[in-house]
């Protein structure tokens, strides 16, 4: 089992910067791809962001390349989602996922992921 806790949600005003935490617990950190989705009100959820097990291949949905920069800290089992130049379309809930597999395919897919946070609310007012 593996434990996810998200963090550093907030309200800000377009332009602006947020960074979201994501705590791990109950598996080996570097056993883990992570990853960041969101999900706006009415809409499904999305992918956002994605990091390999050791830091080195980061993935990003277009609509936040440049802006967005997804990292972990293993001495900390923590990975975050620096957001930068933020716009009102960016507000949703933001989960962090962890993917056992190994397998970088397909890894856009929700289902690609074993274990998802409780989300943590980003809003981005005009």
């Known amino acids: 089992q593996v434990q996810l806790v998200e963090s550093g949600g907030g309200l800000v005003q377009a332009g602006g910067s947020l960074r979201l935490s994501c705590a791990a617990s109950?598996?080996?950190?570097?056993?883990?791809?992570m990853g960041w989705f969101r999900q706006a009100p009415g809409k499904e959820r999305e992918f956002v962001a994605r990091?390999?097990?050791?830091?080195?291949?980061?993935y990003y949905a277009d609509s936040v390349k440049g802006r967005f920069t997804i990292s972990r800290d293993s001495a900390k089992n923590t990975v975050y989602l620096q957001m930068n130049s933020l716009k009102p379309e960016d507000t949703a809930v933001y989960y962090c996922?962890?993917?056992?597999?190994?397998?970088?395919?397909?890894?856009?897919?929700?289902?690609?992921?074993?274990?998802w946070g409780q989300g943590t609310q980003v809003t981005v007012s005009s």
């Open positions: 996922a962890a993917d056992t597999s190994g397998v970088s395919t397909r890894y856009y897919y929700e289902s690609r992921y074993d274990y």
């Open positions: 109950g598996r080996t950190f570097s056993n883990l791809s």
């Open positions: 990091i390999s097990r050791a830091g080195g291949t980061s």
